[in-house]
């Protein structure tokens, strides 16, 4: 893969809004994805009659900043004669401008997609952008085309190979890292998945565990979050604990019910006095992203505001984790 540039030497600073953004994709730029594959016409056409039928055209019908219906059916009509390789990419732009029929179909037909495409600057960009979604279905649709395109099958033989990789190839173990988290994001063996990534979060090496935090950040289950927080508490890199941040605030794959219920922990981590300036920055910029609310960097305001909120709703709170 031939880097495109390294964010990750810029020098650690406290989490604001836009720095949480903007490290969210990091790994996204450091390397052009590899091909993607074909299309099968016969799912494609299924979908496009529910198209004709209006499903599609009502809903982009009642946003007046989307294309007209007729436009959007006209453009997924357009797929059944285009090579795969702009079909692909027209399905993920169509993705990023929230289509459901252009979910369902990459969905429907990612496997079939490995080995036949290539690699150009526009699918690289419609996965980066992909991935910024607020919409997790979007991010998913994003997750599918980068495992077809690194042709990487959903399953527990691929979860081996990217062990071994993670082992062995340190050059390609950052990306290794976070395509492991994704496989187990789309059901592919999460919990061993999880054992993987607990171990390598406390791997001797800054980079490894800097990777493996955006792993479990990937794969987005209940049982990433406590490790999440563990490392936002106590990795000794600054790197690492800001990248936790990011994975707890903002990036990868855990829905908003999952970052809210690690509120009362991050709240907790507020409390200790050993905490240094830029992860109490982190803690803030965190807590902001989740909620919403803008409420800077008082402590007191904080607990004031979660202990009316929690006083009417008590969400799921994330056990286990010692912040001392």
């Not at 690699?119 to 960009?125: A, P």
């Not at 789309?186 to 061993?192: C, D, E, S, Y």
């Not at 605030?249 to 907790?268: C, I, K, Y």
Request: hydrophobic share 45%.
């Amino acid at each position: 893969m031939a880097a495109t540039h390294n964010p990750l030497s810029r020098e650690s600073r406290p989490l604001t809004l836009s720095l949480l953004r903007g490290y969210a994709f990091a790994f996204l730029v450091l390397a052009a994805f590899s091909a993607v594959a074909g299309f099968e016409l016969g799912r494609l056409k299924a979908v496009w009659a529910k198209l004709k039928a209006g499903e599609l055209a009502n809903a982009v019908a009642t946003a007046a900043s989307q294309p007209t219906a007729d436009a959007v059916n006209a453009e997924f009509a357009e797929l059944t004669r285009l090579a795969p390789q702009q079909q692909a990419e027209q399905l993920l732009a169509l993705a990023i401008r929230r289509q459901p029929a252009s979910l369902e179909l990459i969905s429907q037909n990612a496997d079939s997609w490995r080995g036949r495409l290539q690699s150009t600057d526009r699918l690289f960009g419609l996965v980066l952008t992909a991935m910024k979604s607020d919409d997790l279905r979007v991010r998913g649709a994003a997750i599918e085309v980068d495992l077809a395109a690194n042709n990487l099958s959903k399953s527990p033989k691929t979860v081996a190979r990217l062990v071994k990789v993670i082992r062995m190839d340190p050059a390609e173990r950052p990306f290794a890292l976070w395509r492991l988290g994704a496989l187990g994001n789309r059901g592919v063996q999460p919990k061993v998945v999880l054992t993987h990534l607990l171990a390598f979060a406390r791997d001797r090496d800054e980079q490894t565990r800097f990777w493996a935090v955006e792993g479990l950040a990937m794969l987005g289950t209940n049982g990433a979050i406590d490790p999440l927080l563990e490392r936002f508490a106590h990795d000794p890199s600054s790197r690492v604990r800001q990248r936790a941040a990011v994975g707890i605030a903002e990036s990868g794959m855990l829905t908003h019910e999952q970052r809210f219920a690690a509120v009362p922990d991050l709240l907790n981590l507020l409390d200790d006095d050993a905490l240094d300036s830029d992860t109490r920055g982190w803690v803030y910029g965190a807590l902001r992203l989740i909620t919403g609310e803008p409420l800077g960097n008082n402590p007191q305001a904080w607990q004031q505001w979660w202990a009316h909120h929690d006083s009417n709703q008590k969400p799921h709170s994330p056990k286990g984790v010692i912040f001392a």
